[in-house]
């Protein structure tokens, strides 16, 4: 009789042991659950950069059969310019204008 208590108790921590293992371990439920959604977040930059990839050979297609597309993308990119034509660039953040009238003078000198 005392044998099967021996027996018991042993697995008993064995069960306590594999369940330990089952939760918790590296190869456990959350180190699982982490590499599921590590492989869903790289599954879709994946797919981010063969959209981009396609993007990409479709311009390069263009480039070297379409004209009209090669001198678009020079000139807007190059800044390239036909003959006669002004190129007007703009500050991309104008400044503020600067306050130096800070008492409350008005412009006239008053």
Do not use: C
Request: aromatic share 12%.
């Amino acid at each position: 009789m005392i044998w099967r208590r021996f027996l018991l108790t042993g697995l008993i921590f064995f069960n306590i042991f594999l369940l330990y293992n089952l939760i918790w371990s590296d190869n456990g439920i959350f180190a699982y659950l982490e590499l599921k959604a590590r492989h869903e977040q790289l599954r879709q930059r994946l797919e981010g950069v063969n959209d981009h990839s396609l993007d990409l050979s479709q311009e390069i297609r263009w480039l070297k059969t379409d004209r009209a597309f090669t001198e678009k993308m020079a000139r807007s990119q190059m800044n390239y310019l036909k003959e006669n034509e002004i190129l007007y660039q703009f500050p991309k953040d104008a400044p503020a204008p600067k306050d130096t009238d800070k008492e409350g003078k008005r412009a006239d000198g008053q």
